[in-house]
């Protein structure tokens, strides 16, 4: 069973479908809760209820991000230095009309709703966060952030910066990740990091790796169902990931 309703109700209905349904595994989509306290209780009951959870961060299925992934962990590119983070995304006012939208009891601002993807990114990229430091703005009179900038330390030693905002005028801007490390520097970006746009890594040519995108979310959806149909549960993001996420979402929003 796949949970699709306001983010701020995903931790109830979650842990009425693990214990109230025989469904084995429940798919639910980003955020997984708008406080780590929600979070936690989240997979106790989860846990105790001997059901799987299955939290949806597509970006871990791009094939660009798996790259990435895969050069970091094969340590092709020596030490990561520092990254670089924006989603320069629009959001209008007739999104924020929706009743959910803007609220702090069901969506939570522009890291959750629209960021958290790339919170868990950097995550599955550099593992979890040592230490942050951010600021947000709510400018378009909101009672959530509708802009956030913020700085972040991890514990192997990168350091680096994740720009957020739905406040791009009339349309979506891009997306955009670069990584400074000891043996390359490489950008990503497009609609959705689909493409590379710079690429400078020793002994290793650009591959051949852009694609282009049926919609705005990218592709990453359709991987995450080919895996749940293969039974490939270990391509989820694991649980301390999902906390330490929720964790500087909530400190940086609320």
């Known amino acids: 069973i796949s949970v699709l309703t306001p983010s701020g109700l995903h931790p109830r209905h979650v842990c009425n479908i693990a214990e109230l349904t025989d469904a084995p595994y429940i798919v639910c989509e980003k955020p997984l809760s708008l406080t780590v306290r929600e979070a936690y209780e989240v997979y106790r009951r989860i846990e105790k209820s001997g059901k799987t959870l299955l939290p949806v961060y597509q970006n871990s299925y791009n094939p660009l991000v798996k790259m990435i992934k895969d050069l970091i962990a094969s340590g092709r590119l020596g030490k990561i230095h520092q990254f670089v983070c924006n989603v320069l995304w629009n959001r209008n006012d007739e999104y924020f009309a929706i009743d959910w939208h803007g609220t702090p009891e069901f969506d939570g601002g522009v890291l959750y709703t629209q960021a958290s993807h790339y919170v868990d990114m950097l995550h599955y990229f550099f593992g979890e966060i040592e230490n942050y430091k951010g600021f947000g703005s ?10 956030v900038s913020a700085v972040m330390r991890f514990k192997n030693g990168t350091v680096g910066a994740l720009n957020a905002t739905v406040d791009v005028s009339q349309t979506n801007y891009l997306t955009e990740f670069t990584l400074i490390a000891e043996k390359g520097t490489i950008r990503l970006s ?8 710079f690429w400078n890594v020793e002994g290793m040519e650009k591959p051949d790796m852009d694609f282009k995108l049926d919609h705005q979310y990218g592709k990453g959806h359709n991987t995450m169902y080919e895996y749940i149909a293969a039974d490939k549960f270990d391509m989820f993001p694991k649980k301390n990931d999902v906390l330490s996420g929720i964790r500087l979402m909530e400190m940086l929003s609320y």
């Open 138 to 147: 709510d400018m378009r009179g909101f009672e959530v952030f509708d802009s």
């Open 190 to 197: 497009g609609t959705n990091l689909n493409q590379i746009d």
